[in-house]
């Protein structure tokens, strides 16, 4: 199909794709709720800016964060807890 321009309105709808293949200079969405399972996701960009008004919640096995440079973190409260071993390691460590 080619065209110009293509809209769609339905009240409810599927569509089942095998294998997708999409490109895009834009995409604009709105979307009240959502839900995705996936067995993997793979993101890779230059940039990412997310921001979230309330709560951002990450419930995991593992947890990896890697810079090449510099990591901060900021909060009006830090609170780190373990019920194990917990290891600062660096050539230099100011606490206070």
Not at 47 to 52: A, K, L
Not at 60 to 67: F, K
Not at 87 to 96: A, E, P
């Amino acid at each position: 199909m080619i065209s110009g321009e293509l809209k769609v309105t339905a009240a409810s709808g599927n569509v089942a794709v095998s294998r997708l293949s999409f490109v895009s200079s834009l995409v604009q969405g709105e979307i009240r709720a959502g839900r995705l399972l996936a067995e993997s996701v793979y993101q890779r960009m230059k940039r990412s800016y997310r921001v979230v008004d309330e709560l951002d919640q990450v419930k995991a096995e593992r947890i990896d964060y890697e810079a090449k440079e510099d990591v901060s973190l900021h909060g009006k409260n830090a609170l780190i807890t373990a019920e194990g071993l917990i290891k600062v390691d660096g050539d230099q460590i100011h606490l206070g």
